[in-house]
């Protein structure tokens, strides 16, 4: 009798060691699941805050900190801690972190009410590497417009002169316009209608820096060319931008691509063997791969998370 009694004693013990496990077990299945939904919803609002204040730099870090901070709150998130750094040029980088207490339940069991949750995001403004949508006018590194200011560019009307090539230091181009093959190592024997979709829509592929053939001169005169033109008066217009002096002569001449800029273009005056576009350069950001150095700055941008 008295061996029975002893037995049924430890049977209590050890239901009461499994209570407590099953308890621990919910507390980390219900709490800790909590606590991690929690900091999974903490990293996009992160992400997302650090992506709007990305859109500002490097010109307003003041902006910047004003963008992280509003989406943090309409997506119910805490105020964040918002930083900049500079990794290739001035305030380039934005850090976004953002941190709230959550409640325990059967974790107070253990004596842990709460625990601290946080989550951080990296943002960066790059220069392009390559970029997307280009059209085929290429743009000469020493406007005024995109030499004369830092950051470029500056503010304020130009032109783009399409006969610029012509002009003493730009090399040898009779005859040719300011066209460019986005084809990176075709020959620039390329069809009409490759330059005019290219107008109208931009080039639907990754262009790189480097060297590229001029198109073909008589395109300047197709009326579908022109029209295309045309039809982006009052558009945001993406250029590839050329370093003179050019390669070769001719119709066979190359550009030395550098970078690229953003054109509005207000008015276009086309007369045959002549044409220049009016308007102004403009900031914003661009479709592109970023490049991993200190590239050349025209005023475009591409938006990444790095961390």
């Known amino acids: 009798m008295n061996r029975c009694r002893d037995q049924r004693g430890q049977a209590f013990v050890l239901t009461t060691i499994s209570l407590v496990v099953l308890l621990g077990m919910a507390a980390l299945v219900l709490d800790v699941g909590h606590w991690y939904r929690s900091k999974r919803d903490l990293q996009a609002i992160a992400d997302a805050a650090a992506l709007a204040g990305a859109q500002e730099l490097p010109l307003n870090t003041g902006l910047a900190t ?11 998130g805490p105020t964040p801690d918002v930083s900049f750094s500079s990794k290739f040029f001035q305030s380039d980088t934005i850090t976004v972190r953002v941190s709230r ?29 390559a970029a997307r949508w280009v059209a085929p006018i290429v743009v000469n590194v020493n406007n005024a417009k995109l030499a004369g200011c830092v950051p ?25 316009f300011a066209l460019l093959d986005l084809r990176q190592g075709f ?33 300047w ?18 250029f590839p931008v050329y370093k003179p002096p050019l390669i070769g002569g001719g119709s066979g001449s190359k550009f030395n691509i550098v970078g690229w800029a953003g054109f509005v273009i207000d008015t ?6 002549g044409g220049a576009l009016t308007g102004h350069f403009v900031s914003y950001d661009i479709d592109a791969i970023p490049a991993n150095n200190s590239a050349p700055n025209f005023g475009l941008y591409t938006i990444q998370l790095v961390e």
């Open 268 to 273: 276009i005056d086309a007369k045959g063997s």
């Open 101 to 129: 207490t959550e409640q325990g339940v059967f974790t107070r069991l253990f004596s842990v009410g709460s625990v601290r949750i946080g989550s951080h995001a990296v943002a960066r403004a790059a220069t392009p590497g």
């Open 152 to 176: 470029a560019p500056c503010s304020g009307t130009t032109e783009i002169d399409l006969l610029d090539l012509h002009k003493p230091g730009t090399g040898n181009a009779a005859g040719s």
């Open 221 to 238: 005169n197709s009326g579908s060319f022109q029209q295309a033109m045309n039809d982006h008066i009052g558009d945001v217009v993406l």
């Open 66 to 76: 004003a963008n992280a901070v509003q989406y943090a709150h309409d997506n119910d």
């Open 187 to 219: 020959g620039g024997n390329l069809g009409e209608n490759d330059l005019v979709d290219w107008m109208k829509n931009g080039y639907d592929d990754y262009m790189n820096m480097g060297t590229y053939y001029a198109a073909p001169s008589a395109n």
